[in-house]
């Protein structure tokens, strides 16, 4: 979940202060946004997910990355993506290991100060990553998962809205059934 913040710095600056800052902080081209803390049922859709898809990788060479893991989209632009995947060696953009700039998947759990922002500005961030082949976006209020993938054409994207629904991860040679996603959770019934 981001929270728009003034702080306009440099890449170099950037980097410099997010090592040095308790909280994490996205940024692009130049702004700095802090990155609010999740709520449960957001923690726990990303928990499912991970444990979802981690199981399935057992015997692969692919593997998971939490949200602590900053992904350079670009040269001046950083991002924190609720998941991410890599298969083969993850490719970092500095020795420190801190910038991952291979993702094979990037995966958003939405908030609602955030899902103008991962549907709008992050999708078209993750487009322009060329190893980027899969962007998964799952709702946290309702059954709902978007699922764009890298097609000759351009991006091709399928929404998945049934408990029935398997979301087919290609790019990872797994499945991800959505009663897994939503394991546990209770939605608020609409009012009258």
Request: with cysteine; charged share 25%.
């Amino acid at each position: 979940m981001a929270i728009e913040t003034p702080v306009r710095l440099t890449v170099e600056e950037y980097l410099a202060w997010e090592e040095t800052n308790f909280e994490k902080h996205e940024y692009i081209d130049g702004e700095v946004r802090c990155m609010a803390g999740a709520k449960g049922t957001h923690n726990r859709i990303m928990s499912n997910t991970n444990t979802a898809i981690g199981r399935q990788l057992d015997d692969s060479d692919c593997f998971l990355l939490s949200s602590e893991m900053r992904v350079q989209a670009a040269e001046t632009r950083f991002v924190y993506p609720d998941l991410s995947a890599v298969c083969g060696e993850g490719e970092y953009a500095r020795d420190n290991e801190m910038e991952l700039v291979n993702p094979l998947l990037v995966i958003e759990v939405t908030s609602p100060s955030t899902m103008h922002i991962d549907r709008g500005e992050k999708m078209d961030l993750y487009f322009d990553v060329p190893s980027i082949q899969a962007y998964l976006i799952i709702d946290q209020h309702r059954v709902c998962a978007e699922l764009s993938i890298r097609a000759n054409a351009g991006w091709q994207t399928t929404s998945y809205e049934d408990l029935d629904d398997i979301v087919p991860l290609e790019a990872l040679n797994c499945n991800l059934p959505m009663t897994q996603v939503y394991r546990g959770i209770q939605f608020q019934a609409p009012p009258d």
